[in-house]
């Protein structure tokens, strides 16, 4: 089910697939920003990553004594979540524990995400509760698909994600597993600005550590037409998009957690966790999107 919200600025669309956006059309210029999910190049347009982010050593964890076996980023993104309410700005969903989840990660859990839209901008506020009765550790992480070229004048050399402060980003190196190795390595230097070309996705994502930057957003070179996203908070960034070119759409992913390391046991509580919450906690985090012209 697809529920729509609108102001003078955008009118946005939330599918309970999966609690994605999958459109925001800005109203000035019927320009459509999310990736469309065209299954024969990536069938998403901005997944939740829950209870983990990237992938699990060995595609399996260890929890409560059982073995579970998992794809990359959780089951949030893959399962249908639940209408909970809507109003003029806002649109709330939500998932909890299931005999469907609880085959997939034994902890019973509600997973709500409130989406605001004000303006501008749009925030994607992810809120966690703990139903279980045993502390629960979780990752959790943002994929956002935005969608190019804007139109179809401009191709996609004609775009570059842009800092709002110069960068010197390092990154995780997770080849070839997708698991981290200690490893790491300079994306670029001294630049606010990272071009889109043929080859920054050919060895797949980039996960940013340490960054400064209060934002980062993929822009229109000469018009500053932009999709930014606020990074505050997030200790890591990935960049991704797949290795095609024409480059089809382009993923700013601002993470709390990371992919399993190398070094990892499988046992669930052994993994770095974006937050651990006693029975009856619960803990929140947002992504600000702004929709610039």
């Given at each position: 089910m697809i529920y729509t919200m609108e102001n003078d600025f955008l009118?946005?669309?939330?599918?309970?697939?999966g609690a994605q956006v999958c459109s925001v059309i800005r109203k000035c210029d019927q320009v459509e920003h999310i990736w469309q999910a065209d299954p024969a190049v990536w069938g998403s347009?901005?997944?939740?990553?829950?209870?983990?982010?990237?992938?699990?050593?060995d595609g399996k964890m260890r929890c409560k004594g059982q073995i579970f076996e998992g794809k990359p980023h959780g089951i949030a993104r893959n399962l249908e979540h639940t209408f909970v309410r809507q109003n003029?700005?806002?649109?709330?969903?939500?998932?909890?524990?299931s005999p469907q989840t609880l085959a997939l990660w034994p902890y019973r859990f509600r997973l709500e995400s409130h989406f605001i839209l004000e303006g501008d901008?749009?925030?994607?506020?992810?809120t966690v509760e703990n139903r279980d009765e045993e502390k629960m550790p979780f990752g959790i992480g943002y994929h956002p698909a935005f969608a190019l070229p804007f139109d179809e004048d401009h191709e996609s050399s004609d775009y570059e994600l842009r800092f709002d402060r110069v960068?010197?980003?390092?990154?995780l190196d997770t080849l070839p597993l997708g698991l981290v190795s200690g490893k790491v390595y300079s994306l670029a230097k001294n630049?606010?600005?990272?071009?889109?070309?043929?080859?920054?996705f050919a060895n797949d994502s980039h996960c940013m550590?340490?960054?400064?930057?209060?934002?980062l957003g993929v822009y229109e070179k000469g018009t500053g037409r932009g999709v930014e996203c606020e990074l505050s908070g997030f200790p890591y960034t990935l960049l991704w998009s797949k290795p095609v070119w024409p480059m089809p759409f382009v993923c700013i992913e601002p993470w709390m957690s990371l992919p399993a390391a190398e070094s990892d046991s499988l046992d669930w509580e052994d993994?770095?966790?974006?937050?651990?919450?006693?029975?009856?906690?619960?803990?929140?985090?947002?992504?600000?999107?702004?929709?610039?012209?």
């Open positions: 009118k946005v669309s939330v599918t309970t697939s347009h901005g997944p939740i990553l829950f209870p983990y982010t990237g992938r699990l050593k003029d700005h806002e649109i709330v969903l939500e998932l909890t524990d901008r749009l925030t994607h506020r992810l960068q010197s980003p390092m990154c630049t606010d600005t990272i071009p889109l070309d043929q080859e920054l550590i340490g960054l400064s930057a209060k934002t993994r770095a966790a974006a937050a651990v919450l006693n029975c009856g906690e619960s803990w929140h985090v947002d992504l600000n999107m702004r929709f610039v012209r």
